[in-house]
Nanobody
């Protein structure tokens, strides 16, 4: 059974930083791509950052230069994947629920940014205030 659990969200003032973590357990995702998405109130869910099994990373334009995605592969020996999103210089528009995703099922024309992920966490709220 696959389970993704996010943590690290909270309230922060603009310009501040947060680190989101995702613990993903389950043997079927031991070697899969993972990613972070977010959904703000009244808006569609959007990709924030992705990381492939080979370590290639992708970022939304809004995240470039401010957010860093990383994963801890050493945890795979214990059947878990640790995924992180380090967010700096946070802006009010970064306020959203952030979701961790794992195991890319399909992509469109080889573009990993179009990945459809199979597994999702419950989300963690990030609120940035003035």
């Amino acid at each position: 059974q696959v389970q993704l659990v996010e943590s690290g969200g909270g309230s922060v003032q603009a310009g501040g930083s947060l680190r989101l973590s995702c613990v993903a357990s389950g043997s079927t995702i031991s070697n899969s791509g993972m990613g972070w998405y977010r959904q703000a109130p009244g808006k569609e869910r959007q990709m924030v950052s992705l990381i492939t099994t080979g370590g290639t990373t992708y970022y939304a334009d809004s995240a470039k230069g401010r957010f860093t995605i990383s994963r801890d592969k050493s945890s795979q020996e214990n059947g878990k994947n640790l995924l992180y999103l380090d967010m700096t210089n946070l802006k009010i528009e970064d306020t959203a629920v952030y979701y961790c995703a794992a195991r890319c099922k399909s992509v469109v024309r080889g573009d990993y940014r179009t990945c459809v992920f199979e597994y999702w966490g419950q989300g963690t709220q990030v609120t940035v205030s003035p």
